[in-house]
């Protein structure tokens, strides 16, 4: 007989600086980058030591948050911060413009409000139980109260990559197929772009 999987009542939260303190507790869990590396056009932590690039990431993300320029949706588990998915228009997350696959393509109308999903993250004992979907759907919600848009993603598509489990803070193709999001080109040979609008 097989085992009932649990059913799992999430609560979703906006990152915010009422939230910080829980995303502060859950964030060293992911390492060092504390969801900096889409808020930068270039690199600025190359050079530091692991503690020095750690502290610099979080003051920033910190500064970021309090100033309403970084968004994430932020999952509950009860009481306790289960994931988040992190979106924001194009100009809070300006590190995919760099992308060599990334430039070669027609860009979108200027008059067409551009938003980006970069990234999840789901704690260690949460896994596998529904909490990215719950935060794309979260950030899919907040984008449309925002006055909605182009809204772009970019997934793992190599198997190669997809096995490994930071691959997979992307997101994968089917999660965003189910919310209606169209492929729209690769990205090299381990992302691909898609795109829905709201």
């Known amino acids: 007989m097989k085992a009932r999987k649990k059913l799992v009542h999430y609560t979703i939260k906006e990152l915010g600086p009422d939230t910080w303190p829980d995303f502060e507790k859950l964030a060293p869990q992911q390492g060092q980058c504390w969801c900096m590396y889409y808020h930068r056009a270039r690199p ?5 030591t692991g503690e020095q690039a750690t502290s610099r990431n979080k003051r920033d993300k910190e500064a970021l948050v309090r100033n309403g320029r970084s968004h994430s949706t932020l999952v509950y588990d009860g009481k ?13 997350l300006p590190r995919i413009d760099a992308g060599r696959n990334y430039k070669k393509l027609a860009p979108l109308p200027p008059e067409e409000k551009l938003w980006r999903i970069t990234c ?13 979907r719950t935060a794309l759907k979260g950030a899919l919600e907040s984008i449309r109260k925002q006055g909605g848009g182009v ?8 198997k190669s990559k997809a096995a490994h489990p930071e691959w997979l803070w992307f997101g994968t193709p089917k999660m965003f197929l189910n919310e209606k999001f169209k492929r729209i080109a690769p990205l090299g040979t381990s992302l691909a772009l898609m795109r829905k609008k709201i």
């Not at 600025?44 to 530091?48: A, D, I, K, L, P």
């Not at 306790?80 to 809070?92: I, P, R």
């Not at 999840?120 to 990215?132: E, L, M, W």
Request: charged letters at 25%; proline letters at 3%.
């Open 44 to 48: 600025v932590t190359r050079g530091m």
């Open 80 to 92: 306790s911060l289960a994931g988040w998915c992190q979106y924001g228009l194009k100009e809070e």
């Open 120 to 132: 999840f993250y789901v704690d260690r004992h949460h896994r596998k139980q529904g909490v990215a």
């Open 151 to 158: 809204v772009e993603a970019y997934p793992v598509v190599s």
